[in-house]
DNA sequence: GTCTATATAGGGATAGAC
DNA sequence: GTCTATCCCTATATAGAC
């Protein structure tokens, strides 16, 4: 049996959305993809933004499992590598987000205060791990540049898609463009890393440099 | 005698889309802010996106002065310091660019392919900088590290604006919001300065934490 | 240069039949 | 649950008088 209406249109809505951006993507648009009439779309959704919503919804619950810190055991290289690709995918997956994210967030209250806190969460997660790395002695920084390198590590996370997007590195190439992203993020924190891990981490580099 | 009323539309233009972001301002808008007539304001511009491309001609004015590389002398970290705050200055002014960077670029072939344009400059100016810190001897990085960290401050750059927004530091506080963003671009460079410059940073730093 | 009036199109959304 | 038909509204844009 085919999926329930709802659920293809919440399906189809995303895949609309990443491809060609939220406010390009009309009710009348989505109906016409899933060949059904914009009346049966609105007697499953209130309105766009309700569709919206939803997704968000989605996304939220995907991202709230990437961001649990490792409970005892201190953090190593690869469970950061790990963990920010695991971070990178759902974003990638609801893209959509992060397009238009300012105008997004402005006009739709929940939305704002949902995003708020998600970005709240990572941050204190992302400096939970740093300090974990220096416990660990694999890193060595003090409270403030923990501080700073986890703030750009989110900004360099979150704007990533958009950064490639605008700076014309030609056609998307998921998913070389994620590892790079990962990359970049990676290196905020190499200075900060012993001699040993710092190398490993610009080897693992220069197989994603242009 | 008034500014010319082409002029004001521009102006006044500018004052809404950075206000309210451009997706959210009609050409109806404008002329009603002005107080002038939707004709008359399709007398003076062919369409909205007419405006929006004068507008981002005159950015591009501006930030291009920005983008000088100073001539023969070696490059200190005060030099950097204005630079970037010259350079956010002028982000700040056209902030609405920024806010639905992506959108806009996206839709309007010419101005991405004059952003595009003023990224790539941008970078290949901060790796030039970046290197003379390094002949200057006030910095110690290798070439990858360089361009890593060049790639990361475009990013910030372009991104902070948005990231503050985002984020829900409450209301729009320029200008600290602003030295704010300057700050995190130069702890992106930070961990590679020698220690006297390294705790300078350090202390500017300080001042400007919540 | 500026206005009034208006055309056109499209998006969001609902009513009511089936 | 789904469709057809339709309404309302807003945004862009133009024509033609002044």
Redesign the interface.
Known sequence: MAPKTRERILDVSLAMFNER?E??VTTNHIADELEISPGNLYYHFRNKDDIVEHLFARYEDRIDKVLVVPDERLPTLEDIWLQLHAAFDVMWEYRFIY?????L???NRKL??H??RI??RA?ESAVQILQGLVRAEIMRA?R??I???A??V???A???L??N????SGVEKHPEDLTEGIV?AM??I???LRDAERLHI?TL??AY?R
Chains 1, 2 share one sequence.
């Open positions: 951006g406010p390009n397009r238009d994210l300012v105008d967030t402005q006009r704002r205060m995003f708020t970005l709240k941050t003090s403030a540049e501080e700073a390198t703030t750009n989110m900004l360099v979150t704007f990533w958009n950064f997007t605008v700076r014309g970049q290196m905020l190499a200075p900060f610009h580099a220069q440099r």
